[in-house]
């Protein structure tokens, strides 16, 4: 864990796809170490939308130890300190019934739409949410980069994600694309703003957000135009490391 760092009431969060590292890709040491180095300026905290395990082949083994806060299913698993402060559940929330109505549905559209391969694993349960992805998240990274231009030009995602609001409107579920294959579903609130709950107002006079899908409908959409953060959009784990240089090491 780190020390107190120069500024302790500024706090920024980053997301980990495509800000901290490539996708679904593992960080590099000179990325990490930029990080400790800015943890020594401000408080840092992570906030992804994949489970802990999986952050932590991105990241490394004990990330939710590294910095003061880590969020991993946006917050829904919540660590400060190194200590867990709180899980939530999607299936304690919405009911297993109304899970299982989800499942069966999106089981009977992904069999009827077109993608160039389909692998396997193409509905994660996370404890806070659904990760649906249409080709399937055991798919090579060959498969995965053709697959998001497939995505970009046939609207996959969107289209699914239009479908299923409509046919499960009234759970009032938000859907956040994300990543390059899949989607996030959760109940409304469970964005990434969930992990905004456990920074207290009167701990942070400036709260930073840096995320690459912020664009309206991205996982990182609603903490970036949260009226409790500083939103920055970055491009590339280098396009972080110069923004976080340029506001905060200087």
């Not at 004990?62 to 003061?68: E, M, T």
């Not at 009827?112 to 806070?128: A, L, M, N, Q």
């Amino acid at each position: 864990m780190s020390d107190t760092p120069e500024k302790p009431r500024t706090i920024a969060l980053f997301d980990v796809d495509g800000t901290l590292t490539i996708p679904r890709g593992e960080v590099t040491t000179d990325m990490m170490d930029f990080m400790k180095a800015l943890s020594k300026k401000i408080t840092v905290g992570i906030v992804g939308g994949s489970d802990l395990p999986k952050q932590e082949e991105q990241l490394g083994e004990g990330i939710a130890k590294v910095f003061p806060y880590n969020f991993s299913q946006n917050g829904l698993v919540a660590y400060k300190n190194g200590e867990l402060l709180e899980v939530q559940t999607i299936s304690k929330f919405i009911g297993e019934d109304n899970l299982k109505k989800i499942v069966n549905w999106v089981m009977k559209y992904l069999a009827d739409i077109d993608t160039p391969v389909k692998r396997g694993t193409f509905i994660e349960f996370r404890s806070g949410m659904l990760n649906i992805s249409p080709i399937g998240r055991n798919c090579s990274r060959p498969e995965r980069d053709d697959y998001e231009k497939f995505d970009l030009e046939h609207n996959i995602r969107k289209n699914m994600v239009a479908a299923m609001k409509k046919e499960f409107a009234y759970l009032n579920l938000t859907y956040s694309i994300g990543g390059q294959i899949s989607f996030d579903v959760f109940p409304q609130g469970w964005d990434k703003t969930y992990s905004l709950k456990f920074l207290d107002a009167k701990d942070f006079d400036e709260i930073h957000f840096f995320g690459d899908k912020t664009f309206e409908g991205g996982n990182d959409y609603e903490i970036f135009s949260s009226d409790r953060t500083i939103g920055h959009t970055v491009t590339s784990p280098e396009d972080t490391k110069e923004q976080c240089t340029e506001l905060f090491m200087s």
